[in-house]
C-alpha cells in the first residue's frame, strides 16, 4: 500500500519503457531532410506517462522552418483523458476561427478532437501553423504543424494526422495502463529500498 501511495507522489524523470513509441510520429513518415529538433517527456497534472518529439525540415536551430511537433499523453482513465484534453483545448484557445479549416474527423466517433490554423509570417515568409488535439480513449494527442507549402504542405500535415489516429486505434489501453502502472510501482519501491 505505501508503494502504490508513494508511486502517485514520485516524480519519475525517466521514460516507461512500455511508452507505444511506435504511435509516435518518425522521421520516417516526414521524408529526407527532416531531423529531429527535440525530445521530452513532460510532466503532465493527472496522467501516467507523456513523450513529446519535435521534428524540423534542414536546419533544426532555425524556427521559420517547417516543422511538427507530436505529444502523446496517456490517462489512468477516459474521464481523466477528457479532463486533459480540454485542458489542452483551453490552453490553445482552440475557440478561435480557423483559417485554413484542417478537413479531419478522427476514425472513432467517440473521439473528441478539435483544431485551429492560422495563417502568419515569418521573417516575411508565409507559413500556416496548425494545432490538431484528439482525445482517444484514455490518450490525448497533439500535433503542431507549421506548414510552409513545400517541404510540409497543409494536406501532408492532414495525412500524417490520419496516421497518427490509425496508429492510436491500434494501441490496446489496458495493456498500456496495467504496464505504466506496474513501471510506477516499480519506481516507488526501488525508492523506498533505497530510504530503508
Known sequence: MASLLLASCVNVEIAPQQFPYEA?????????????????????????SSYSVTFRYGDTADATQPGVAHQLTIYPDSESAKMGYMGVRDQFNLDRPSDPILPLRPQSEEDLADSHCERLRLNDQPRVSC???QRHRSMVFF??????????????????IQVLDARLNKLDPS??????????????????????
Open 24 to 48: 509516435m510520429i518518425a522521421a520516417t513518415d516526414l521524408g529526407p531532410g527532416w531531423h529531429v529538433e527535440h525530445t521530452s517527456f513532460p510532466q503532465v497534472d493527472g496522467a501516467l
Open 131 to 133: 494545432l490538431w488535439v
Open 143 to 160: 500535433v503542431n504543424g507549421l506548414v510552409d507549402g513545400e517541404a510540409l504542405t497543409l494536406e501532408e500535415l492532414t495525412q500524417l
Open 175 to 196: 495493456r498500456l495502463r496495467s504496464e505504466l502502472i506496474e513501471d510506477q510501482l516499480s519506481v516507488g519501491q526501488r525508492f523506498m529500498s533505497t530510504r530503508d
